[in-house]
């Protein structure tokens, strides 16, 4: 079992800067991607960034020149850096860690708690 703790969400004006982090934890073996999704209410949960274990990455358009997601495989830990927040990316912010474990060839998506991201008009 591998376990997603995120941090970092809050309440912040529009045109700040947040900083999220996802910490995993549990019988790590291998982590391939790991990514940020988003969920506002009423709104099905979309992909914002993702990184692999390679440090390729990829983003949202709506996100895009804004946000940059990070990792320290190390630490087993992403990040995603948010500037020039908008009112629009208020949302539940859920981080996912793409694990195989020793025994097994299938990879299996964990996912984090969530966190509440709140932009201000």
């Known amino acids: 079992q591998v376990q997603l703790v995120e941090s970092g969400g809050g309440l912040v004006q529009g045109g700040g800067s947040l900083r999220l982090s996802c910490a995993a934890s549990g019988s790590i073996f291998s982590i391939n991607a790991m990514g940020w999704y988003r969920q506002a209410p009423g709104k099905q949960r979309e992909l914002v960034a993702v990184i692999t274990s390679g440090g390729n990455t990829n983003y949202a358009d709506s996100v895009k020149g804004r946000f940059t997601i990070s990792r320290d495989n190390a630490k087993n830990t992403a990040y995603l850096q948010m500037s020039s927040l908008k009112p629009e990316d208020t949302a539940v912010y859920y981080c996912?860690?793409?694990?195989?474990?020793?025994?097994?060839?299938?990879?299996?998506?964990?996912w984090g708690q969530g966190t509440q991201v709140t932009v201000s008009s």
């Open positions: 996912s860690a793409d694990h195989r474990a020793r025994t097994e060839l299938a990879i299996r998506r964990y």
